[in-house]
């Protein structure tokens, strides 16, 4: 990006919420402990599916890289918001803002398509589930996780460069509190319909497409469900399901409503608050709606603590 036409320019303001000063006081003191409780919670997952024996499944797999990048969503975000929110100095280097951006965009992509792979991981295990260690094997795992991640990175390669060459024009304000595409747009001094319509149809891409896979696998598998026989695994089978597609709803549904509408539409209050609830909010539901009712993670969580336990008395 043309950097304002100024030599000295040193990076930019985030305004985030600037002028309701009250507001940024309480945010700081929930948004630290969401935070917070994002972090331990993600970690918690993370820990329990790399060291339980009975959760090296395939379906922990992914859960423990949703996790991660979850982690790797918060991180990038909120510790510069914080920082904002208390200091008088709310300004980002280009360098913060180039790499809040890559870093944003790359993981909601990654979160995209592995959301999609999860859905597929559900359907081979209810649908077919006698040949389920034969179809999602280790190595398919690993390529499939190793697909969500080189993808949403690839297009996050290109929005990043795409939205960072636009001229600026002594513009350096963002009225939000970290760097995002639609309000990097919005400080360009140029027509930006094309780079808006490329914008909409990649967010298309990204959103629909893996959404659809996700409704075609659960169409499937709602109706092996309904055909069980047996109640308890009609039961046990919506209750794992059903985590996940909450998931997709609270996550596919934050990211149309901030993506899928022109920039130029955009109310900026409307759009901060979707920001908070998909950087802050979302990655502590995750681990706490796949965990709360999940009784292989609580089995987990307790034989850990026994074994961590026994080790210290010894």
């Known amino acids: ?8 320019f040193s990076g930019f303001i985030l305004l985030g919420f ?20 994002s972090c331990l919670g993600n970690g918690i997952i993370i820990f329990l599916s790399t060291m339980d024996p ?27 918001t914080l920082a904002n929110f208390k200091g008088k100095d709310k300004t980002i280097t280009y360098g913060g803002c180039v790499t809040q951006l ?36 280790p ?49 360009a001094c140029t ?18 497409v893996p959404l659809s896979l996700i409704l075609v696998s659960y169409g499937h598998i709602s109706r092996a469900v309904l055909k069980m026989k047996s109640a308890q ?5 919506f209750g794992t399901c059903g985590s996940h597609l909450t998931v997709v709803i609270i996550f596919f549904g934050t990211l149309i409503s901030m993506y899928l509408q022109p920039p130029s539409s955009y109310s900026q209050d409307v759009n901060k608050s ?11 539901l995750n681990p706490l709606i796949y965990t709360l009712r999940n009784k292989e993670v609580k089995g987990a969580l307790r034989r850990q603590m026994r074994r961590i336990l026994g080790l210290r008395q010894t």
């Open 1 to 8: 990006m043309e950097r304002a036409n100024d030599s000295t």
């Open 18 to 37: 600037a002028n309701q000063p009250q507001l940024e006081t309480a945010l700081f003191v929930v948004i630290l402990i969401i935070y917070f409780l």
């Open 54 to 80: 009975h959760l090296h499944t395939p379906m922990y797999f992914f859960l423990s890289n949703l996790s991660f990048m979850d982690l790797c969503l918060t991180t990038c975000t909120v510790p510069q």
């Open 102 to 137: 890559f870093i944003a965009l790359g993981l909601g992509g990654v979160e995209c398509v592995l959301l999609s792979v999860m859905a597929y991981d559900r359907y081979v295990a209810v649908c077919r589930p006698l040949h389920y260690m034969l179809i999602v094997h």
């Open 139 to 187: 190595q398919l795992c690993l390529q499939l996780v190793v697909t969500a991640w080189l993808t949403g990175f690839g297009n996050s390669v290109i929005q990043t460069a795409l939205t960072m060459t636009l001229p600026l024009c002594g513009k350096n304000q963002v009225d939000h509190f970290f760097c995002e595409v639609p309000v990097m747009l919005k400080l």
């Open 191 to 208: 027509n930006t319909s094309v780079y808006e319509a490329e914008l909409f149809a990649v967010s298309t891409f990204f959103l629909v």
């Open 233 to 237: 695994g009609r039961q046990k089978a």
């Open 274 to 284: 979707i920001a908070l609830f998909y950087t802050l909010v979302t990655p502590l």
